[in-house]
């Protein structure tokens, strides 16, 4: 059984720059959730991603944007990357009905200089 | 205010010890969730226990376990007879449920466990 992958597992980019992060849910997990993590401190709620719409949102600038496609897989877009974004950046799946412990991929760490 | 607050940025514990990391939480939510994740130097956030504000009795999960004090708002993890590879950074976290909408994750700055051998 395939746990939450992500995907690349480090990336480098410059100001100014845009990226997208990838995330394919656990196996039987329709809804994907989003958090950054920067150095030293506790995840951040960005968004999540239910039936292929926005669900729910954290405290997060529209520079960042998501998708979730048909088979529940996800992505994360950010625009005009600033240095404060360099962070690793967690994935997490769970059901929608039944318990809904989050469970999280192994994370994209992104470096912007 | 903090919704989750982790007052024991590192802590120490002598192998095959227990030790206790302490969680206190804030919510006016009557249905909400506790979370305990690990995560080693690797990055990935480990699942380890969850406790659901309805729950009467304790949850347990192997060497895990949760003290669960509704009244006090606190949601202490203890880990019974530490082994080495428990030497990671252990999250606490809420699921509050407003309105329905989502399960997003609140997290506490973490606590740092060293196991001494």
């Known amino acids: 059984d395939a746990g939450v992958t992500q995907s690349p597992t480090h990336l480098i980019k410059t100001r100014g720059q845009q990226v997208t992060l990838r995330c394919s849910p656990k196996?039987?997990?329709?809804?994907v959730s989003w958090y950054q993590q920067a150095l030293g401190q506790g995840p951040q709620f960005i968004f999540q991603y239910y039936e292929e719409e926005e669900r729910q949102r954290g405290n997060f600038p529209d520079r960042f944007s998501g998708h979730q496609f048909p088979n529940y897989s996800s992505e994360l877009n950010v625009n005009a990357l600033l240095l404060g974004d360099s962070a690793l950046y967690l994935c997490?799946?769970?059901?929608?009905?039944?318990?809904?412990?989050?469970?999280f991929g192994p994370g994209t760490r992104l470096t912007v200089l | 205010a903090q919704k989750i607050t982790q007052t024991q940025p590192g802590m120490f514990v002598q192998e095959k010890e227990a030790v206790t990391l302490d969680c206190t939480y804030d919510?006016?939510?009557?249905?909400?969730?506790l979370f305990w994740y690990k995560q080693p130097s690797s990055g990935e956030m480990i699942f380890l226990i969850y406790q659901g504000s309805y729950d009467e009795q304790n949850a347990t999960e192997g060497r895990y376990s949760l003290n669960f004090q509704k009244a006090r708002k606190s949601a202490n993890l203890v880990i019974s007879a530490s082994q080495l590879g428990d030497s990671a950074m252990y999250f606490c976290a809420m699921r509050e449920r407003q309105n329905n909408a989502g399960n997003m994750l609140t997290f506490g700055g973490g606590t740092r466990l060293m196991v001494k051998p």
């Open positions: 997490a799946s769970s059901p929608d009905r039944g318990p809904d412990t989050q469970y």
């Open positions: 919510t006016s939510d009557q249905s909400y969730g």
């Open positions: 196996s039987g997990h329709d809804t």
